[in-house]
């Protein structure tokens, strides 16, 4: 079935620092890509998507690109703030039954920036 | 303010005593859904449901029941709740469930449950 494999964590770096949080995945089709944020107590957001190969996603700093060849959607910053420690997932979509679609997660990566 | 919410956040309960975990939108989304959040193990889909009175088994349903009375409200049920179920659940929702193009979903804040 289908599967998404993160980096273990928990990663921890300093302010400013360049952050890279590997995904791989598992699929068949052509899935989209997605990285979810969870900062401490919430949900889950939504932080960048990609729906077609080398489709590149990006948000609040934030770069990923959808690299069929390798099968990886790896999480980028250039320059990572305290502000951005929290929970990182990979997911995908995947069909089931009728045409829906739902998520399939990875296992999380937690990140924390010191200053 | 679009959004979903979830009641209660936090419930510690025993074993065997029933519960419900409540879940709305008002985005007047079709598409619901519950996930479990493991350490170690992302998020599992429990169950979901493409429109009112239309549900469905996710990966892990075992010891869960929901409903879809109404287009807002999708609740989870553990009739007969046992440790194992202790974990973060999360409801979300989304506006459409066609395969063709993805539409995003919205989480809710979580719910942490320990059953002793």
């Known amino acids: 079935g289908d599967s998404v494999t993160q980096m273990e964590g928990p990663v921890t770096l300093s302010e400013e620092a360049f952050l890279t949080i590997n995904c791989t995945y598992t699929?068949?089709?052509?899935?989209?890509l997605f990285w979810y944020v969870q900062y401490p107590g919430e949900g889950l957001q939504l932080l960048l998507k990609?729906?077609?190969?080398?489709d590149k996603g990006s948000n609040k700093g934030f770069e990923a690109t959808y690299r069929k060849e390798t099968t990886s959607f790896h999480l980028e910053k250039g320059s990572v703030q305290v502000s951005d420690s929290a929970v990182y997932f990979c997911?995908?979509?995947?069909?089931?039954?009728?045409?829906?679609?739902?998520?399939?997660f990875g296992q999380g990566t937690r990140l924390t920036i010191n200053p | 303010e679009a959004q979903v919410t979830q009641n209660p956040r936090y419930l510690i309960t025993v074993t065997g005593k029933k519960l419900t975990v409540t879940c709305s939108q008002n985005?007047?989304?079709?598409?619901m859904s519950w996930y479990r959040q493991d350490p170690g193990l992302g998020l599992r889909q429990i169950y979901y449901?493409?429109?009112?009175?239309?549900?469905d088994k996710g990966d892990v349903p075992e010891g869960y029941k929901v409903s879809r009375k109404e287009k807002r409200n999708f609740p989870l049920i553990l009739e007969s709740p046992s440790p194992n179920q202790t974990s973060l659940y999360f409801c979300?929702?989304?506006?459409?469930?066609?395969?063709?193009?993805?539409?995003?979903?919205?989480f809710g804040p979580g719910t942490r449950l320990t059953v002793l």
């Open positions: 449901s493409m429109n009112v009175e239309v549900t």
């Open positions: 985005m007047n989304h079709e598409y």
């Open positions: 997911a995908l979509s995947a069909y089931v039954i009728q045409g829906a679609q739902k998520l399939v």
């Open positions: 990609a729906t077609k190969a080398d």
């Open positions: 699929a068949t089709g052509y899935p989209s």
């Open positions: 979300a929702s989304s506006s459409g469930v066609l395969a063709s193009s993805y539409n995003e979903q919205f």
